[in-house]
């Protein structure tokens, strides 16, 4: 491809904590290098965060009605070359697709800082302080260290308008 396509994977797709994070690297990504997917099996709750995923990135796919091999199938079809799941083994994770292998390259990230414990995933992505080396040997994949943090912000969002102080 003249870009790598890159396919995000999670139900939290909507105001929720993984996407008040993810919102500032979907916009931070160099559209000349990458070609951004979001592959999304959540509920739709009409917020903001849902309906900018569709500015932030090339291509939105509504996956929630699909069996893990119909998913599966669909990823290769788009001929995804990374797959990155952002919920690892948390409510509504759907690790059966990853079991099928539909991308070349499968990265766990962010939405659970831990091993799958399967031999799917080809690293998971973490930090010095949250996936120490010397944790390699109880994850299943390799660990792939941030140089930082493995958690990333959106420094754009805004702070709520509360009118707590400290002193409240």
């Given at each position: 491809?003249?870009?790598?396509?890159?396919?995000?994977?999670?139900?939290?797709?909507?105001?929720?904590?993984?996407?008040?994070?993810?919102?500032?690297?979907?916009?931070?990504?160099?559209?000349?290098?990458?070609?951004?997917?979001?592959?999304?099996?959540?509920?739709?709750?009409?917020?903001?965060?849902?309906?900018?995923?569709?500015?932030?990135?090339?291509?939105?796919?509504?996956?929630?009605?699909?069996?893990?091999?119909?998913?599966?199938?669909?990823?290769?079809n788009?001929?995804?070359?990374?797959?990155?799941?952002?919920?690892?083994?948390?409510?509504?994770?759907?690790?059966?697709?990853?079991?099928?292998?539909?991308?070349?390259?499968?990265?766990?990230?962010?939405?659970?800082?831990?091993?799958?414990g399967?031999?799917?995933?080809d690293?998971?992505?973490?930090?010095?302080?949250v996936?120490?080396?010397?944790?390699?040997?109880a994850?299943?994949?390799?660990?792939?260290?941030?140089?930082?943090?493995?958690?990333?912000?959106?420094?754009?969002?805004?702070?709520?308008?509360?009118?707590?102080?400290?002193?409240?």
């Amino acid at each position: 491809h003249d870009r790598i396509r890159i396919g995000y994977f999670s139900a939290d797709f909507h105001n929720h904590a993984t996407m008040h994070l993810m919102r500032g690297v979907f916009a931070r990504h160099s559209c000349e290098r990458f070609e951004l997917s979001a592959w999304l099996f959540g509920a739709d709750d009409g917020s903001d965060y849902r309906r900018g995923l569709a500015r932030d990135v090339h291509a939105v796919h509504d996956v929630s009605r699909l069996g893990d091999r119909a998913v599966a199938q669909a990823l290769r079809n788009a001929d995804i070359d990374i797959l990155v799941d952002l919920k690892g083994y948390t409510r509504d994770a759907r690790p059966g697709v990853f079991s099928l292998k539909p991308a070349p390259l499968q990265l766990t990230w962010l939405g659970y800082p831990g091993t799958s414990g399967a031999g799917w995933f080809d690293a998971v992505i973490g930090d010095a302080m949250v996936t120490p080396d010397a944790a390699q040997p109880a994850f299943a994949e390799p660990i792939a260290n941030l140089p930082h943090s493995y958690q990333c912000t959106d420094d754009k969002q805004p702070i709520a308008a509360t009118g707590i102080t400290r002193a409240s």
